[in-house]
């Protein structure tokens, strides 16, 4: 996705991402980036941050906050060495300053679909909406929040977002988490998925793990 208001700048850089082959959807303004982003599923976005509706920097924190994931590459006129910082540390993953020259912004797309390719990162870290786990350091964060997780809980909630948007069973959870394949008289899943959503889903939160009654849990993704 291209999030650029200029339209001179807007067409010119849609027409040569075509012919480099890529699949291009642009926005001139915030508000129509985010109904895109609510509606597709993109590999790269290009954020341009001088919009008509909205600081670009917002933009991004925006589509943090709505679970996109796709690395950004921020287009700016503005130089300074703080508006670069600030933009890379507010979720940025690449600055490039205006005026630029195309190989090169060809050249950072590439590296970012490289580096975010399947694969690349995955092992260390999920991310689900507003949730994010730390496999590394076993830590999982909400909102920008540390959650206090035991570690069966943080397994649990592990597997729940290994398998986001799809529905697992008990019997499933038992044997994932617990290594029980056989399911006996016990409640030690729904006991801590009980725990798990008080942490997870704290007061003012929108819900992410839901009861499927009859069926089991699902981590919701979108």
Known sequence: MLVEDESDIQSFLRR????AGYVVDCAADGKTAEKLAAEHSFDVLIVDLGLPDQDGITLILRLRQMGV?????ILSARRSVDDRVRGLEQGGDDYLTKPFALAELLARLRNLLKRN???AGELTRLRVQDLELDLLRREAIRAGKLLPLTQQEFALLEYLCRNAGRVVTRSMILDQVWGIRIQPETNVVDVHI???RGKVDG???QPLIRTMRGMGYVLEDR
């Open 203 to 205: 007061k003012g939160q």
């Open 194 to 196: 009980y725990r798990l």
């Open 69 to 73: 994931q796709a690395p950004v590459l």
């Open 117 to 119: 390719a399947p694969g």
């Open 16 to 19: 040569s991402l075509e012919e």
